[in-house]
Structures are given as structure tokens and as C-alpha cells.
């Protein structure tokens, strides 16, 4: 009972130190993340808009990707607002219930997209491994499964952890050593031994992060396998740009958040910053560049944009000529 009064007696919340300690870099990324963060939502809107208007886009591999845009949404979402506001206004509160709620969200859906990376991957293995049999293995009612199965199992370790991280004690310390409240930085808050918290969380980062990779990487393995047997070279290029954006994806999701474990408890200044660049990069470039990777590799994407367009030429050329 002792230690569930000392965990919830700070109601007043958490303070974000954020980029606080480099006023000058804070004014930049100021900047560059409206930036970013405003061709976030345009390029991730875009595809979902595109997935549901063009029937050429009504595929397994556009449900995925839409799913994925619109993970990619709430991702950055759940944390650039704040981090824009707390910059601005110079205050870097967050309340309790905030900080637990954004913990939860954005936990959940970083731990989800790992899941439906290797979703993604597994349907790419079908379509060029059993090409004759895809439709029928990837009928809708699979593909609705497998997308749930992603967002279930990625909030349920959410859930598990969010729980575990804000049962432990702090004794009066609320300075978190980042821009948004994540397990690692509410670790180091805590005046207890974290071991347990800690092993627990890595068994999650093998769950969530390690078995997806390598079901991503068997995978591939066979899908290279199968290109290396085609024999015209416009059938292996075309395989290979059908891979090509999920897998340049899959390493950029992957490199930057494994990555950012080797700073999880930084000591010095600057170690500090390259974790805090890390989770930057982790929760905003890379759902930024998603769109524009898989608009830019993709003809079906290009073509539905083109047309899209077209139509909205011609609906204003034909609303001028009644005019």
C-alpha cells in the first residue's frame, strides 16, 4: 500500500526537458518539425484517400499500406503537438493522465507497426512466392485478421508495460529526460531497483521487435530465392521494386528503433542528445518518408494520383465552361 502511495501521490504531472538544455537547436527543430510534421499528414492522408477511391488500389498490399499510413498519423500525432506547444510556450508540463496516456498511445502503436511490418512482409511473400494462389490465400477476411492481430497484440504489450512502468515509485522526481514520456526515460525516474522492469521489457522488445524481424528476414530469404529463379530480367525488376519500399521501410523503422536502446540511460550531454535525436527520427522522419518511399517506387500509387487529379482538372474545367 506504501509503495502505491508514493507511485500516484504526484498529481501535478511531468516536466518534458526536451531540447531545453540547446535553446538554439530548440528554435530550429521548432521549425523543421512543423515541417515535417505538416507533410506527414498530407502524404499519410493521401494514401488512405487513394486506397479507398481507386478500385486498382483495393489489394492487400493497400490495405496494409493504408493501415500503415494511418498507424503512421496517430503516431506522430500523439506527440509532435505537444512537443511543438512545450517549445513554444516554454512550458513543459504534461499531466499525470497525460503522460499516461501518451505512453499508452504511443507504445501501442510503435509496438504495432513492428507487427504489421512483418504483416506486410508476409503478403509480399505470397504474391511473389504463389503468385497463382495469392488471391485466394490473401482474401479480405485474412487480411482483416491479420491487421487485428497486429493492433492487438502491439496495445496489449502496451498495456502490460504502461502498467508496470507507472506502478513504480518515483519519490518526488518528475523531470523526464526527453520531449514525451516513453518507458525508458520514466525508468530513470525511479528511486527502486528497475531490474525486473527492465528484463521485462527487453523479453517485449524480442516479441515485439526480434520475432517479427525474423519472420521479415525468412521472409525475404525466400523471396530473393524465388527472384533468382525468374528468368527474364523485367520480371525480376518488377519483383524487386514491389519489395523494394516495404523492405527500405522495414530498416529505416528498425535501425533507428533498435538504435535507440544503446542510449536508453545516457550520462553525458551529448549522448543525451543523440538519444533524444534518435527518438526525434524514430517518431516523425520516418513516418514523414513512409508516403513519399512507396508513392515514388510504386506506378499503381503514381497512377492513382494522376488520375485523381485529372478528374479534379476536369470537374474545374467543366464548372468554368458553366460559368
Known amino acids: 500500500m506504501r509503495r502505491?502511495?508514493?507511485?500516484f501521490h504526484h498529481f501535478n504531472g511531468f516536466v518534458l526537458v526536451g531540447f531545453s538544455e540547446?535553446?538554439?537547436?530548440?528554435?530550429?527543430?521548432?521549425?523543421?518539425?512543423?515541417?515535417?510534421?505538416i507533410l506527414t499528414l498530407f502524404g499519410n492522408s493521401t494514401i488512405i484517400i487513394l486506397s479507398r477511391l481507386d478500385p486498382r488500389l483495393h489489394t492487400p498490399m493497400y490495405f496494409f499500406l493504408a493501415n500503415l499510413s494511418f498507424l503512421d498519423l496517430c503516431y506522430t500525432t500523439s506527440t509532435v503537438p505537444q512537443m511543438l506547444v512545450n517549445i513554444q510556450s516554454h512550458k513543459r508540463n504534461i499531466s499525470y493522465i497525460g503522460c499516461v496516456a501518451q505512453l499508452f498511445i504511443f507504445l501501442g502503436l510503435g509496438s504495432t507497426e513492428c507487427v504489421l511490418l512483418s504483416v506486410m512482409a508476409f503478403d509480399r511473400y505470397v504474391a511473389i512466392c504463389q503468385p497463382l494462389q495469392y488471391t485466394v490465400i490473401m482474401h479480405s477476411w485474412l487480411c482483416q485478421q491479420l491487421a487485428a492481430v497486429a493492433w492487438v497484440?502491439?496495445?496489449?504489450?502496451?498495456?502490460?508495460?504502461?502498467?508496470?512502468?507507472?506502478l513504480l515509485p518515483r519519490c518526488g522526481q518528475y523531470r523526464v529526460e526527453n520531449f514525451f514520456c516513453e518507458v525508458p526515460a520514466m525508468l530513470q525516474l525511479s528511486c527502486v531497483d528497475t531490474r525486473i522492469n527492465e528484463v521485462e521489457m527487453y523479453a517485449a522488445v524480442v516479441v515485439i521487435k526480434v520475432i517479427p524481424v525474423g519472420l521479415i528476414l525468412f521472409?525475404?530469404?525466400?523471396?530473393?530465392?524465388?527472384?533468382?529463379?525468374?528468368?527474364?530480367?523485367e520480371g525480376r525488376k518488377k519483383a524487386f521494386n514491389t519489395c523494394g519500399s516495404h523492405l527500405l521501410v522495414v530498416i529505416m523503422f528498425y535501425g533507428s528503433a533498435i538504435s535507440?536502446?544503446?542510449?536508453?540511460?545516457?550520462?553525458?550531454?551529448?549522448?543525451?542528445?543523440?538519444?533524444?535525436?534518435?527518438a526525434l527520427f524514430y517518431g516523425l522522419l520516418t513516418p514523414m518518408l513512409n508516403p513519399l518511399i512507396y508513392t515514388l517506387r510504386n506506378k499503381d500509387v503514381k497512377g492513382a494520383v494522376k488520375k485523381l487529379l485529372g478528374r479534379e482538372q476536369e470537374q474545374g474545367g467543366a464548372c468554368l465552361r458553366r460559368m
Open 260 to 278: 535507440g536502446y544503446a542510449y536508453m540511460a545516457p550520462k553525458s550531454n551529448s549522448a543525451k542528445l543523440k538519444g533524444k535525436l534518435l
Open 219 to 233: 521472409s525475404y530469404i525466400n523471396i530473393v530465392r524465388a527472384v533468382v529463379r525468374i528468368q527474364s530480367s
Open 153 to 166: 497484440t502491439g496495445f496489449s504489450n502496451s498495456l502490460v508495460q504502461t502498467v508496470l512502468t507507472f
Open 4 to 7: 502505491f502511495n508514493n507511485t
Open 22 to 37: 540547446w535553446p538554439r537547436l530548440e528554435m530550429v527543430l521548432f521549425v523543421v518539425i512543423c515541417i515535417f510534421y
